[in-house]
């Protein structure tokens, strides 16, 4: 497997922990010994990884808990770290999110997620209208 | 300057080129060789030099430019990587952003800039209200 497929399926890993509302599994997602950051969706940034699984407990276990797709990722490499771009597809909206992952033994763990609003995505290459800045 | 305290001078100099609207400035930030991509609030993510410099043209050119403050800013260094989580003064509001950076020729550069929606940055260490997915 390329890195870039590994980093991927580390990435479908935890869209699908997301999904399923498994809490174990998003732990095993996650970076043991790297500092781990998040953040929410209209959330200030978590750090820590105690802080950034309660707050993975409190939505996976929460009775609000979306159900949740990811697409059009792309994973870009650089050494023993790499990032996802990619969008969310919730049952109410979309999200865009970047995902942070380093190498720990081996296997790619998460140590950075921010999601925040986004229109669907975009199939052609039609230029978007400008941004806003909030 | 350690590591640390250089990635923050690189985060440092994108918010003073987004202040300042000064598009060279800002076209000194980001890395010229690895790929870059960008998320700007509520947009979809943009891949490319190219297309993340037009969306800067047009956005530090627009008369709806905001005046910008960076705060709380944290680096995260990895081998020849780094990310930054900060929060974005507005005029109207405030974002948070996440930043990634590499090494290139000895200075660190951006790769990747996300930001969204976020409440105003808390300074205490209550817990907050669980987040919302949208």
């Known amino acids: 497997m390329s890195e870039h497929a590994a980093v991927l399926f580390a990435n479908e890993a935890f869209y699908m922990a997301f999904d399923r509302r498994d809490v174990e599994a998003m732990e095993d997602v996650w970076a043991t010994r790297a500092a781990v950051t998040c953040i ?4 200030n940034p978590i750090e820590g990884r105690d802080s950034v699984m309660e707050s993975w407990q409190a939505i996976l276990s929460g009775s609000g808990a979306p159900k949740i797709k990811c697409s059009n ?6 050494g023993g770290v790499a990032y996802v771009t990619c969008h969310e597809i919730l049952d109410r909206g979309f999200l865009a999110a970047t995902n942070v992952f380093v190498r720990e033994d081996g296997s790619w763990k998460m140590v950075h997620h921010h ?7 975009v199939e052609s ?3 978007e209208s400008p941004p806003t800045m909030q």
């Open 40 to 43: 929410h969706p209209g959330w």
């Open 73 to 78: 990722a792309t994973a870009h490499v650089i």
């Open 115 to 121: 999601a925040g609003t986004a229109p669907p995505p």
């Open 125 to 127: 290459d039609e230029p």
